[in-house]
């Protein structure tokens, strides 16, 4: 009785971890595979969906490691909002077209690139193994276990413990919105001096209008 | 039993390096942007895999804030994108010394 039940509890245990495993190699292989496409591909457009698949390799990863929270608002905000953005300007602006790869500006810029990538992830992994970047103290923000849901810890530790940077993304945010509004606009001279001629026009027409009226009483 | 850190984190200097190599290869800013998001996901995905590691919230409320400042970020540099497309029709890295002055 006590052996099939450890018998089951092992084949429950050697399952979840099967099942963990399977969802880390499978997104692996998304955003190993979306990474590649955004570099290589040659359409933007192209590159852009290949960047979807990445970021749902990521949330995969997210909730692998139960960052569920983070995994809905990586798809919200990444594969919702950032990239519909970038499909949107590409789209605005008609750059759909093939990018000329062939044409380098400057020669071994290509290669030197493969080769400087390849020394930023060799020097990456050999950093991780001869140092330690992390200083190994555990929960000193909160505990990431125990009870509670994940987004309920999140909540109450963001609206805690990090509360000043919160309210300093809500301006960073603002910021933001007035400064693609304000890049984003037609400024030419003549649209403003074009705006003070219509203002002076509709002020000396209500201005005519208003002396007809007050001729006509 | 779930999957190491170690392979999370090597999973994420994968991709960053990848990132990194098509920021350099690639000239057309749109795409170049695209790789700068490549390597903010693989530091996010560090940060949630020392956040399990060390059993600690603070990794996951500043993904939060990495993907705020991304946001805020892409929304600028395709404002500023579109108004490089205002004077030329093109968006290769060499143009961006139109926008001085």
């Given at each position: 009785m006590l052996a099939t039940a450890l018998l089951a509890d092992s084949s429950g245990q050697a399952l979840a971890h099967a099942s963990a495993w399977a969802v880390y190699v499978v997104g692996a292989a998304m955003i190993i595979t979306g990474a590649l496409g955004v570099i290589l591909l040659?359409?933007?457009?192209?590159?852009?969906?290949?960047?979807?698949?990445?970021?749902?390799?990521?949330?995969?990863?997210?909730?692998?490691?139960?960052?569920?929270?983070?995994?809905?608002?990586?798809?919200?905000?990444?594969?919702?909002?950032?990239?519909?953005?970038?499909?949107?300007?590409?789209?605005?602006?008609?750059v759909d077209r093939k990018e000329a790869i062939r044409s380098e500006p400057t020669r071994f810029q290509r290669p030197l690139a493969v080769v400087?990538?390849?020394?930023?992830?060799?020097?990456?992994?050999?950093?991780?193994?001869?140092?330690?970047?992390?200083?190994?103290?555990?929960?000193?923000?909160?505990?990431?276990?125990?009870?509670?849901?994940?987004?309920?810890?999140?909540g109450q530790s963001l609206y805690t413990g990090y509360l000043l940077p919160?309210?300093?993304?809500?301006a960073l945010l603002v910021i933001a919105v007035?400064?693609?509004?304000?890049?984003?606009?037609?400024?030419?001279?003549?649209?403003?001096?074009?705006?003070?001629?219509?203002?002076?026009?509709?002020?000396?027409?209500?201005?005519?209008?208003?002396?007809?009226?007050?001729?006509s009483q | 039993m779930t999957v190491p850190s170690a392979w999370y984190l090597i999973l994420a200097a994968v991709l960053f390096g990848l990132g990194a190599t098509g920021l350099l290869i690639r000239r057309n800013v749109?795409?170049?942007?695209?790789?700068?998001?490549?390597?903010?996901?693989?530091?996010?995905?560090?940060?949630?895999?020392?956040?399990?590691?060390?059993?600690?919230?603070?990794g996951q409320v500043n993904?939060?804030?990495?993907?705020v400042v991304a946001a805020a970020e892409v929304v600028v540099g395709l404002a500023i994108i579109v108004a490089m497309f205002r004077r030329r029709a093109a968006a290769t890295a060499d143009d961006i010394h139109i926008l001085k002055g």
């Open positions: 040659r359409n933007p457009v192209h590159c852009a969906l290949m960047l979807v698949i990445t970021l749902f390799g990521i949330a995969l990863e997210f909730i692998d490691q139960s960052a569920d929270f983070l995994a809905a608002v990586q798809i919200i905000v990444y594969a919702g909002a950032v990239v519909i953005l970038f499909l949107f300007v590409i789209m605005f602006l008609g400087l990538g390849v020394v930023v992830l060799v020097e990456i992994l050999a950093l991780s193994r001869v140092d330690h970047w992390a200083t190994g103290a555990p929960s000193q923000a909160g505990a990431l276990d125990g009870p509670g849901q994940n987004v309920q810890k999140l919160f309210e300093m993304t809500a007035v400064a693609a509004v304000v890049l984003s606009r037609r400024h030419n001279q003549s649209a403003g001096e074009m705006r003070e001629e219509d203002q002076e026009e509709v002020l000396s027409g209500t201005a005519a209008s208003q002396s007809d009226h007050g001729e | 749109l795409v170049m942007f695209m790789c700068i998001e490549l390597m903010l996901n693989a530091v996010n995905l560090t940060f949630v895999t020392f956040a399990r590691d060390l059993n600690d919230i603070g993904v939060f804030f990495v993907l």
